[in-house]
Nanobody
Framework: QVQLVESGGGLVQAGGSLRLSCAASGRTFSSLAMGWFRQAPGKEREFVAAISRSGSTYSADSVKGRFTISRDNAKNTVYLQMKSLRPEDTAVYCC????????????????????WGQGTQVTVSS
């Protein structure tokens, strides 16, 4: 079983930056494709960014150019660097993991992920 623990959330002013981390355990990290999702109050959870086992990335249009996903296999950690934050980025951010054979594929749909963290709150004030 894969355990995922997010950290790095908090309160930040609009235009500011945060870096979220997600530490994974229970399985060889390099065998996992990873993703970040978020859920704002009263809204459905939505895809934010994904990274393949080999480091290929994809981001939602709403965060493209502002958020960057990366991974450090030596530290069993995936990151989400967020800059130019906006009030509409306020949400609980969760990381997700899926064990896959493909080195290059990334995944953007919730059902493609088997493991989820509890989430970390990000609040952006205007």
């Amino acid at each position: 079983q894969v355990q995922l623990v997010e950290s790095g959330g908090g309160l930040v002013q609009a235009g500011g930056s945060l870096r979220l981390s997600c530490a994974a355990s229970g399985r060889t990290f390099s065998s996992l494709a990873m993703g970040w999702f978020r859920q704002a109050p009263g809204k459905e959870r939505e895809f934010v960014a994904a990274i393949s086992r080999s480091g290929s990335t994809y981001s939602a249009d709403s965060v493209k150019g502002r958020f960057t996903i990366s991974r450090d296999n030596a530290k069993n950690t995936v990151y989400l660097q967020m800059k130019s934050l906006r009030p509409e980025d306020t949400a609980v951010y969760c990381c997700a993991a899926t064990g896959r054979l493909s080195l290059t594929d990334y995944y953007t749909r919730e059902y493609e992920y088997a493991h989820w963290g509890q989430g970390t709150q990000v609040t952006v004030s205007s």
